[in-house]
C-alpha cells in the first residue's frame, strides 16, 4: 500500500483510515485493542500540556497511540514497548511511512521498562487480555494468565510509586488533571497525572482496582 508521508498529521485522519493501513488481523481487532484516534490525540495534547518529553507506551501494539500522539505533539517522544515482535514491526513500518522522527518501538517486556528516563507513561488496557475469554484474546504467541496479569500489574505499579518523585514538579499538578483525574484519584491521591487513561475502561484505573479485588480473593469477570 502507497502511504503519502505526513498521513497522520492529517486532521481528517479517523479509525477506519488508520485501521486500514493495518493488516486485516490487527484492523478487526481495532476496536477492542488499539486506542481510538480522538484519545491518541487528546492524551498527545494533554501530555503536550504538561510539558513532557519522553512518553512510554506500556504495550505499544502495533503503534496506534504512540504514531498518532506523537503527530499531534512533535515536541514530544513517544516511546512504545511491545512483547509481540510482529506487532513491533508494523508500528516501525508505519512510523516509517509517516516520516516521524520522534517515535520508536521496541520489543521488551514492558513492565521491566525503567522509567527513570521518562515523565509520562501512557497505559491502554496492557494487562487485560490476560484475563479475556479465549475467544477475545489476540493470540496465543505469549503467555496470557491471571497470574501473569497480577505479576505485570504490581510490577507496574511498583515502577509508577517509584516514579512518583520524579515526577512531581510544580507544573504537574493541574493541567493534565482534567482528563486524567480518574487514574489520579483512583491511583493513589494526589499523584502525578501523567498516566492518561482511555475512553474505554480500564487504563492504570481499572487495573488498579481489579488487583485489589484479586487480593480480596475474586477474580473479575471479562
Ligand atoms: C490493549 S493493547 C494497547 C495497544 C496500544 N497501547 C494502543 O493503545 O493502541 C495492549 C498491548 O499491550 C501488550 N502487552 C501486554 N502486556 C505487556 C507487557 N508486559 N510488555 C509488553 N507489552 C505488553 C499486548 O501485547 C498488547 O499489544
Known sequence: MRFTPGWLR?????????????????????????????????????????????????????????????????????????????????????????????????????????????????????????????AKRFDHSVELSERRAIGDLLQMEGSLARARPAWLSPTTASGAASATTTTQSTLRPRAPTFCASGARPIALQGAVDTSSRWRNGSSPRW
Open 10 to 134: 492529517d486532521p481528517l485522519l479517523d479509525d477506519a483510515t488508520f485501521d486500514g493501513r493495518m493488516p486485516d488481523l490487527l484492523r478487526l481487532a481495532s476496536r477492542l485493542f488499539w486506542t481510538p484516534v480522538a484519545v491518541a490525540r487528546r492524551m498527545g495534547s494533554l501530555f503536550a500540556l504538561h510539558g513532557a518529553q519522553r512518553v512510554l507506551d506500556v504495550g505499544s501494539g502495533p503503534g496506534k497511540a504512540c504514531l498518532v500522539a506523537a503527530a499531534a505533539a512533535p515536541a514530544i517522544r513517544f516511546v512504545g514497548v511491545e512483547q509481540r515482535s510482529g506487532l513491533v514491526a508494523i508500528a516501525q513500518g508505519l512510523a516509517a511511512s509517516a516520516a516521524l522522527g520522534n517515535v520508536e518501538f521496541r520489543c521488551a517486556d514492558a513492565t521491566r521498562t525503567s522509567l527513570d528516563s521518562f515523565d509520562g507513561a501512557y497505559l491502554f488496557n496492557p494487562f487485560a487480555e490476560n484475563l479475556f475469554s479465549e
